[in-house]
């Protein structure tokens, strides 16, 4: 049995998860409402086989016109940006290559369906069902590390598995009287629009990942207990760092932060994410994601999130041509060459936050 839905039907979304076993933020009706791009749908596909479960949540894009028009398809289909990718109630690994392959020909048969010429899937690290997509159509693109700290642990066990590094880095920062505090006033959404514009700035990030105060507002607001918005503040109140971190199931997810760049020096997102971990401990949450690097690199902003723990996930994508010759003829219609690396080869830009 296989269901295609839609989020005007938010019980039948919610009930699609549930069917698959665990899921996190990324997944919920009201994240892929506000990441689904103006002019998108998004949808949940739900299969059932032998008494195995899957959901996966894509958003349908309209193909460019020259693309519609020399290939007679309407749509690709991507994830979001996060990590809502597919989830499974039986491990991939128990599955066999018969299972596998019905999979792959019923997803092959519902893209058909939509009109959907290629897909883009962004995997779950913490709940991975990448195992389902070894076969037919589907081509795995990346695997990147990210970092989790263990929520079962104490403070204090959590930082003697954390680096050296981390432990002087943060007794640095306590010199400075930092607070932290979960905080979604207004002073606080400003604050942390600041520090993640600056932010954003520093790393010449592209426009489609930049926010103003109102999204954050409506971000916190429509995620309602799933949204918790922190901020490092001075002794003089002001926000030196800010972060947004989203809760679900147990799993808590850093989704957006960043430091003010005068405050840089004072070493505050880390403590910040520290208070965050302990309080989530305190509320016997099990993991809380840090993510890796940029776009998967094994750079800076990895190295700083391993010094929390050594406990490491795989972030994995993974791409599927549903039509090898009209997704050929899609790249040249708009002057493009069908072999290039990015994906898809047809487009040239990717969703944002």
Known sequence: MSTVITLDDESAWLAGLESAGGYDTYHLPAYQRLATPDGCTSVLLTYESEGVHVALPLTLRPLPAEVRRATGYEYDATSVYGYPGPVCDVPADNLGEEWRRAFADWFTKVCAELSVLSVFVRTNPLLDASGLFTTGP?????????????????????????????????????????????????????????????????????????????????????????????????????????????????????????????????????????????????????????????????????????????????????????????????????????????FPAYRTAGLGV
């Open 138 to 342: 589907f081509v795995p693109r990346s695997a990147t590390p990210t970092v989790a700290v263990d929520l079962t642990l104490g403070r204090e066990e959590r930082l003697a598995r954390a680096s050296a590094h981390h432990r002087r880095a943060l007794r640095k920062s306590a010199q400075h009287g930092l607070t932290f505090v979960r905080d979604h006033s207004a002073s606080a959404v400003t604050g942390f629009t600041t520090c993640y514009l600056e932010t954003m700035a520093k790393h010449n990030a592209a426009d489609s990942y930049l926010l103003d105060e109102a999204r954050v507002r409506r971000m916190l607001t429509e995620l309602g207990e799933h949204a918790e918005l922190w901020v490092a503040r001075k002794p003089d109140g002001e926000v030196a760092s800010a972060a947004i971190f989203l809760r679900t199931n147990g799993i808590v997810q850093y989704h957006l932060g960043g430091t003010r760049t005068a405050d840089y020096a004072l070493g505050a997102a880390r403590p910040l994410f520290e208070a965050v971990a302990e309080e989530s401990h305190r509320r016997g949450d099990r993991w809380l994601h840090l993510g890796g690097g940029v776009g998967g690199d094994n750079d800076s902003l990895l190295r700083f999130k391993g010094g929390f723990g050594p406990d490491r996930f795989t972030y994995r994508t993974i791409t599927a041509v549903l039509d090898e010759e009209a997704y050929r003829a899609a790249a040249r219609a708009v002057g493009l060459d069908p072999d290039r690396a990015f």
